[in-house]
């Protein structure tokens, strides 16, 4: 029989559901505290890291050739030219095609800094560096860089005095080179003394003396060259460094580098982080590095969908979302991303309660959607636990948006989502054109009004989306089984968080292995789900907690429940259901089942990845070190033994020079370059 009731929270609906069996209320919840324990989540550390890169920004415009320069003690008279295929199409036609956004490409270069991998770990990257590149190349899109993408040098780092005087030819050009200049970084690492070196023998041997500050060095064919102007009036110069070649079909530049870093082991839960480092003259970035934790590759814990979220995690921070580069957002409402945008009055601002919110119209927008709310102070909030007082971070705020992809705590086993705010945000960078048709549903808080999320809706518990106390029942997409928790970025407020043990409705392999290993009748596979239930056998008892069933969907918002033996059932959302032959109460859930296409069990596994390659159109394949596996010669062998003895007798003279000097790094095939200087 069907009983219909709107209960007002959680808190509310369990106490409904267990009015039946009131005398046996908790018995059995000294069990589950024993036995499951809350799931670990991942940490992000991108603000930490971030705020110690410097960003090299480009000119707005390259220096104009005013004269001879000289290169190799020779004049060089020819200007510079980059060819291009937009040079023999009309002025309107090159102005068409620079103004239509295309798909982001993203090219990733493995650094030569990255630790060799196996082949199994190397499946493992490509998979899943593949696929997020792929996934945010099909949701942003860009006025593509034409040519080869050419990064800057830091003229602070390359030159030692800068002309200052502005009535001057050459002012603010280089007058005189800094003659410890070697190239340009774009993240300084710290790497443990346990990760000794390695040795390539065929090649050569190669290995690093590590507990250094090390970095991740940008090829010189990725970079502009550079000049020095030796007079100030005087159009001579001298070449520094010519330009490189350039990276081709490239947006934007992800550097890749595989490492074991002290972040990694001071985070446990870390799979990777990222900086960005270039940008162009109006702030977007244009190269960045994603550094992968290299023992979480060989780890049993790996997943393929938790490492494909976390990288598109952090190229969401690198691209744009990023408190270094919310204040150079840009209007684009009325024109296309990139083309005849305005600077931004003020992005950020707090709140009438102080929470810090990005007030963009796109942002405004889609939280209007989200909350179904006309509350036209609905902007983005960010989150403030780890943001100095009085400043921002680059997260939202977990109260409001928890589950969306980019809030600080990463979710486990694929429970982020893409979110329609999160993209919205990316659109008012002024910088990409974002396809909202691939955005997942965000869940939490759907349809919850203007007051959702905040401190007083939580403790006064008038959502279901928050509970109290420390029970048991069910996170609120309904895949996991969950316990009442809080974390410190909820400040207090409690929801129900996903099990470590067992908690999984969907992995039949969770199902008990006898009748009588089941007094709640539960049911494991693809389509069962979480339900808040005191539901048992006849003549026992049980204590409401969340429990899997199988479920269907006949509508949206509207499914049929079976319980192992029974027939299937119709569930009312918001009602409770009695099922014949067994003791106790079924709730059926609000607003949540069968209203969401994409809220379905994540589809994961640890191997048979195909590595991700996508079209020209929008990213490019990862480009990956050759690495061999075949075992050497036995000559090879006893050489490389002779090698690694020297290599720790140096290492160990060498370490008191690391302290003090700059890193350094022994490789027989590449010898450090000559330097000019005026």
């Known amino acids: 029989m069907c009983s219909c009731l709107s209960p007002p929270s959680v808190d509310a609906m369990v106490a409904m559901v267990t009015m039946a069996l009131a005398p046996a209320l908790w018995v059995g919840v000294l069990v ?27 000119s707005t415009s390259p220096p104009k050739e005013t004269g001879p320069r000289v290169q190799n003690g020779q004049l060089v008279r020819h200007l510079r030219q980059r060819s291009s295929p937009l040079r023999d199409l009309s002025v309107k036609q090159r102005g068409s095609l620079r103004e239509a956004p295309l798909p982001i490409r993203i090219r990733t270069w493995v650094t030569r ?61 280089c007058g005189r080179a800094n003659i410890f200049y070697r190239t340009e970084t774009c993240l300084d690492v710290n790497v443990s003394s346990s990760n000794t070196f390695t040795a390539p023998l065929r090649f050569g041997t190669y290995f690093t003396v590590l507990n250094c500050l090390r970095h991740v060095q940008i090829p010189d064919e990725h970079l502009r060259g550079c000049d020095v102007f030796p007079e100030a009036d005087s159009s001579r110069r001298t070449v520094l460094r010519p330009d490189g070649a350039g990276v081709p079909d490239t947006d934007f530049l992800m550097y890749l580098l595989v490492q074991t870093t002290d972040k990694c082991r001071a985070e446990r839960s870390l799979l990777a982080y990222a900086v960005h480092c270039q940008t162009d003259s109006g702030g977007k970035p244009l190269a ?16 393929h969908n938790t490492a494909v979220q976390t990288v598109i995690h952090e190229l ?5 979302f990023s408190k270094e580069l919310f204040h150079t957002w840009t ?28 007030y963009t119209q796109s942002v405004i927008s889609a939280l209007q959607r989200h909350l179904e709310s006309t509350d036209p102070e609905l902007g983005g909030p960010l989150e403030n636990q780890d943001a100095p007082p009085g400043g921002v971070s680059s997260h939202w705020e977990s109260r409001f948006l928890q589950g969306s992809i980019m809030a600080a705590m990463l979710p486990d086993t694929n429970l982020g989502r893409i979110d329609p705010v999160t993209l919205a945000a990316l659109q008012d960078t002024g910088w990409y054109s974002v396809n909202q048709n691939q955005a997942q549903n965000l869940v939490w808080g759907r349809g919850e009004g203007s007051t959702f999320g905040s401190l007083s809706t939580c403790q006064h518990n008038s959502s279901w989306f928050f509970c109290t106390g420390s029970g048991f ?6 895949l996991h089984k969950g316990e009442c928790q809080t974390d410190p970025y909820l400040e207090g407020c409690r929801v129900f968080k996903p099990l470590k043990n067992r908690s999984e409705c969907w992995r039949v392999e969770n199902a ?9 009748v539960e049911s494991f596979g693809l389509d069962s789900r979480c339900f808040f239930s005191n539901l048992t056998a006849e003549n026992q008892s049980g204590s409401v907690a969340g429990r899997c069933y199988r479920h269907r969907c006949t509508g949206p918002e509207t499914f049929q429940i079976q319980v192992s033996g029974s027939d299937w059932m119709d569930c009312p959302a918001g009602s409770t259901v009695q099922v014949r032959g067994y003791q106790g109460l079924v709730f059926c859930p609000q607003r949540r089942l069968c209203s969401y296409a994409d809220a379905d069990p994540p589809s994961d596994s640890i191997t048979g990845f195909t590595a991700g390659r996508t079209s020209a159109s929008g990213s490019s394949e990862v480009l990956m070190p050759v690495q061999t596996r075949t075992r050497p010669p036995p000559e090879l062998l006893v050489a490389a033994g002779l090698g690694v003895v020297g290599a720790v007798c140096l290492q160990a003279a060498v370490r008191t020079l690391c302290r003090k000097f700059w890193p350094i790094r022994i490789h027989a095939a590449a010898p450090e370059p000559s330097e000019e200087t005026p």
């Open 32 to 58: 589950l505290v024993l036995v499951e324990v809350p799931v670990a989540v991942q940490k992000c550390i991108f603000d930490e890291v971030q705020a110690q890169v410097r960003v090299v920004r480009a």
């Open 113 to 173: 800094e990255s630790q060799m991998l196996s082949e199994s770990e190397q499946a493992k990257l490509e998979a899943a560096v593949g696929e997020a590149v792929g996934t945010v190349s099909s949701l942003l899109s860009v006025r593509r860089v034409t040519g080869p993408l050419l990064l800057s040098r830091d003229q602070n780092k390359y030159c030692k005095f800068i002309w200052r005087d502005s009535r001057a030819a050459n002012y603010n050009r």
């Open 288 to 303: 960045g590095v994603v550094v992968v934790c290299r023992d979480k590759l060989s780890t049993a814990a790996y997943r």
């Open 316 to 320: 969401f921070h690198v691209l744009g």
């Open 331 to 358: 209007d684009c409402s009325s024109s296309t991303p990139g083309v005849g945008c305005s600077p931004r009055v003020r992005a950020l601002h707090p709140d009438g309660s102080g929470q810090m919110r990005i």
């Open 473 to 478: 029942g069910c996170h609120y997409l309904h």
């Open 512 to 520: 008990p292995p006898s009748a009588q290993d089941n007094p709640s």
